[in-house]
């Protein structure tokens, strides 16, 4: 009898063995699964963002002979720089494709025709001729900037056996650009333009340097309030402040602050900082100090768990030895506690870095050309431009859009890493 009820207590710790076994085997397999889905879907939203946006980085230009013809840029032989910045540049373009199709001469078919080259032909040759006036009065062989439309039928976004209606270049355009691209007047270049130019009407103008000047100048008015203002708060609160109710409302508050939607922070700051304290309107410095509200509550929560994760033995020894409570907090607690003090302000700066809505609310979605010089310039941020270029109808903005999209990634990607280096450069071991 003992004997088969040993057997059957054996059979059922080896069945409940084996359940065990074949549970954990399930866990791992719907963990590994999720994981695999998660990677799935990530690689999904690169892949898309990459081969949407890779081909802003080439940019459509039709080679030129350009006569630099001193009558039309300098009449008066003066060579003034006011003289030369104002001449009719986009006549000699234009005038330039025409004589390559001499047999387009209707009013109708020459606004068409010049419809090829963009606005920034012009500028070209302006930039061209005030760095360097000897070249008036020669002919130079250019690469101009094609317009949008001819970009993007180049490079492939819109079909080109398509009827006319649903293309944006008619049957004359289309005929007129397959002769250039025959006898190779026609290329794909490096968009510089892209990287070096502030926002424009013209997609093949657009770039990305004014809204990251912009978000540089925003960050770093965020910083020089955030960090400080945080640190030594969480000094404070973690190191000196008496344990009562008034400090247990300070903490609970900033818990719920850390948890407070960011377009509203965006209210606060047009509120506060514009409609009262009249502050300009756009400005990095306004988005800076809307951001530094955002994102003290997270700083201040990280400096306090890094401040709690150095051990009471550090402060009882230094005490011990006669040092001060400043001191204790000064020279041993925080040089210990800054590396995730570090990490946390990194991983606030870079969510700030992303923000739109509160920029949204204080006036930094204006259209802004010029590329700003300081933290009062008008300015934008590099979300915000992504959400202006997104809202275009054109659709050579869809690149850049997703262009802009993985220079804001690469941008979060660098930031990130600078928190781990930072925290493994400065951790101490104790």
């Keep these: 009898m003992s004997s088969l009820s040993g057997t059957s207590v054996k059979e059922a710790v080896a069945r409940g063995i084996r359940r065990r076994y074949r549970n954990e085997r399930v866990f791992r397999a719907l963990g590994l699964a999720a994981l695999l889905i998660g990677l799935g879907f990530l690689a999904f939203f690169f892949y898309t963002l990459v081969g949407n946006g890779y081909t802003a980085l080439r940019q459509t230009r039709i080679h030129l002979d350009i006569v630099l013809d001193a009558a039309v840029i300098d009449p008066s032989a003066t060579r003034d720089p006011a003289v030369l910045a104002t001449a009719d540049y986009q006549r000699l373009a234009r005038d330039a494709l025409n004589a390559m199709f001499p047999a387009v001469t209707s009013r109708a078919d020459l606004r068409a025709l010049f419809g090829l080259l963009s606005p920034g032909a012009g500028i070209e040759l302006q930039q061209l001729v005030t760095a360097d006036p000897s070249v008036i009065g020669s002919t130079r062989a250019l690469w101009l900037l094609a317009d949008d439309d001819v970009d993007v039928l180049v490079k492939g976004h819109t079909p080109r056996d398509v009827p006319a209606s649903e293309r944006r270049l008619d049957d004359r355009e289309l005929a007129w650009l397959t002769e250039l691209e025959q006898q190779g007047r026609v290329a794909l270049q490096f968009n510089r333009y892209f990287f070096l130019n502030g926002d424009s009407r013209d997609p093949e103008l657009a770039g990305i340097w004014g809204a990251t000047v912009g978000s540089f100048f925003t960050l770093l008015v965020t910083l020089a309030l955030s960090f400080p203002l945080a640190v030594a708060t969480a000094i404070y609160l973690e ?125 930094m979605v204006a259209f802004i050309v010029d590329v700003p010089t300081s933290p009062l310039s008008p300015a934008t941020a590099l979300p915000v431009q992504v959400y202006l270029w997104a809202d275009s109808p054109e659709r050579a903005f869809v690149e850049r859009t997703s262009a802009a999209i993985v220079v804001l990634l690469l941008f979060l990607l660098v930031m990130n890493a600078a928190a781990i280096l930072l925290r493994k450069r400065f951790e101490r071991r104790y």
């Design 239 to 363: 190191e000196f402040a008496p344990r009562n109710r008034w400090t247990d409302v300070v903490e609970v508050n900033i818990n719920n602050l850390a948890a407070v939607p960011s377009i509203v922070f965006g209210l606060l700051g047009l509120a506060l900082f514009i409609n009262t304290f009249g502050l300009p309107r756009s400005a990095p410095v306004v988005g800076g100090l809307v951001l530094s509200l955002m994102t003290l509550p997270v700083i201040i929560i990280a400096s306090r768990a890094a401040l709690t994760a150095v051990p009471p033995s550090i402060r009882e020894a230094a005490l011990g030895l006669g040092a001060s409570k400043m001191q204790v907090v000064l020279h041993h607690v925080l040089p210990l506690a800054m590396p995730g003090m570090l990490t946390g302000t990194i991983i606030g700066m870079a969510r700030a870095l992303g923000e739109s809505a509160p920029l949204l609310m204080i006036g």
